[in-house]
């Protein structure tokens, strides 16, 4: 099984904008669960926002509400994360998770996703 595959990411400087994308090849994507999460140097990986099978339901972590868009084409099998006015405490490796468990409440757990992608380094300069 391939796993999923992250690209677009870079240096940006605070203000900026930058759109990362993760492909999904091989899979039924439109079944899955899926969402970005990031780890910043020296932390855990965190939360950042999920987007349910449809697009319908999307949650986003308060640090980056109001900034970060996540949308996903079906048919392209490909999920996206636009994030604008970046910080640079934005800088973090992204990973993209994909689940295929219904829908529950603890989507904001990394545990509970079953793919993830190698990870892109996005880097936000002061």
């Known amino acids: 099984q391939v796993p999923p595959v992250e690209s677009g990411g870079g240096l940006v400087q605070a203000g900026g904008s930058l759109k990362i994308s993760c492909s999904t090849p091989?899979?039924?994507?439109?079944?899955?669960?899926t969402a970005w999460f990031r780890q910043p140097p020296g932390k855990e990986r965190e939360f950042v926002a999920v987007?349910?099978?449809?697009?319908?339901?999307?949650y986003y972590a308060d640090s980056v509400n109001g900034r970060f868009i996540i949308t996903r084409d079906n048919a392209l099998n490909t999920l996206y994360l636009q994030m604008n006015n970046l910080k640079p405490e934005d800088t973090a490796v992204y990973y993209c998770?994909?689940?295929?468990?219904?829908?529950?409440?603890?989507?904001?757990?990394?545990?509970?996703?079953?793919?993830w992608g190698q990870g892109i380094q996005v880097t936000v300069s002061s």
């Open positions: 987007i349910s099978k449809s697009g319908v339901i999307i």
């Open positions: 091989g899979r039924t994507f439109s079944d899955a669960i």
């Open positions: 998770g994909a689940r295929f468990a219904p829908w529950t409440s603890d989507y904001h757990f990394s545990s509970s996703y079953e793919y």
